[in-house]
């Protein structure tokens, strides 16, 4: 699937957002980074925004910047949860149902990246697998009714390593117990969220429901993505490079919004910046490596994760 220009040559931008007020949006690691720069444009169109992150502290800091950024007047809030534990994500949908009565989008935002050693979540997944894909996909399932009663959209935010590593979900061993690579393991993760995204979209289809459901990724941005999590070599390089070679942050939020209130967009596609291998520049349709699209690995990777989640979603 070649790059298309639908947004003309300077690409998508959020000038081309009307008012929002009346809309709600649940975008997850919201506190910094993309995730915090969707949710300031969000709320700068009139939205009411609410974020799903781990660490309080970072959330009540989040809140308050933004706050004095647009004005006290602005309607967001901080729900806890921690993608990694899928109790967390279990109880942190259970108060997002009780408190929010629509959904027009959920922003799959947040991510860990680059993990140094191999790491196991409480659940017993790879980490970043759990994190990215399974603790989304519980994520996703359980609050798919209240988006579908909207007519909203679920956005999945990907990245470019879905077709790198090596380019399948290893279900022999999902954990990469025999050999484990921080980046091997990032990319299964995110090819596994981009596969979920599009077996979605092909399910919501057969279904007739009334969600949609969008795939994009951010490029290379100047964020915090690395800082927490992987090695120190791979710390410094990117420093490094992102000085170099990546956008900032706002433009890496660029995707994710267009994706959760553009009209008109297509399925089957990978939204991002079309420049320098789809690391920068405008945003628009990227070519898309038919891996993400496989529809068996998709088929078996939809029924591991309704087991592995114990969720049920007839769909």
């Keep these: 699937m070649m790059t298309t220009q639908q947004f003309g040559q300077k690409g998508w931008t959020p000038e081309r957002i009307g008012s929002l007020v009346g809309k709600t949006y649940v975008i997850t690691g919201a506190n910094s980074g993309a995730g915090f720069e969707a949710s300031r444009i969000l709320l700068s169109k009139g939205a009411k925004v609410v974020m799903l992150n781990r660490n309080p502290d970072k959330s009540a800091s989040a809140i308050e910047a933004l706050k004095l950024a647009l004005g006290q007047h602005i309607d967001v809030r901080f729900i806890q949860v921690d993608l990694g534990v899928l109790a967390s994500v279990r109880h942190a949908a259970n108060q997002l149902l009780n408190t929010t009565p629509v959904i027009d989008a959920l922003i799959c935002n947040g991510a860990i990246a680059q993990v140094a050693k191999q790491h196991l979540t409480v659940d017993g997944f790879e980490s970043q697998l759990g994190v990215n894909h399974f603790g989304h996909f519980l994520l996703c399932g359980l609050l798919f009714e209240r988006i579908n009663e909207a007519k909203g959209r679920i956005v999945m935010v990907g990245s470019n390593a879905y077709k790198m590593g090596l380019k399948r979900i290893k279900f022999e061993d999902l954990n990469f117990d025999k050999k484990y690579t921080a980046w091997d393991s990032y990319a299964q993760s995110k090819l596994a969220q981009m596969m979920f995204g599009y077996e979605l979209q092909r399910r919501i289809k057969a279904a007739g429901k009334n969600v949609e459901v969008q795939v994009c990724h951010p490029g290379a941005s100047r964020t915090n993505l690395l800082m927490d999590t992987a090695s120190t070599f791979n710390k410094m390089l990117w420093a490094l490079m992102s000085r170099i070679i990546a956008q900032s942050a706002e433009k890496g939020?660029?995707?994710?919004?267009?994706?959760?209130?553009?009209?008109?967009?297509?399925?089957?596609?990978?939204?991002?910046?079309?420049?320098?291998?789809?690391t920068v520049g405008p945003v628009d349709q990227n070519k898309l490596d038919n891996i993400a699209l496989n529809q068996d690995m998709a088929a078996k990777l939809w029924a591991l994760s309704l087991d592995k989640t114990s969720l049920n979603w007839s769909l």
């Design 253 to 278: 939020a660029w995707p994710e919004v267009m994706c959760a209130t553009e009209q008109g967009l297509q399925t089957a596609t990978l939204y991002g910046p079309t420049k320098r291998a789809n």
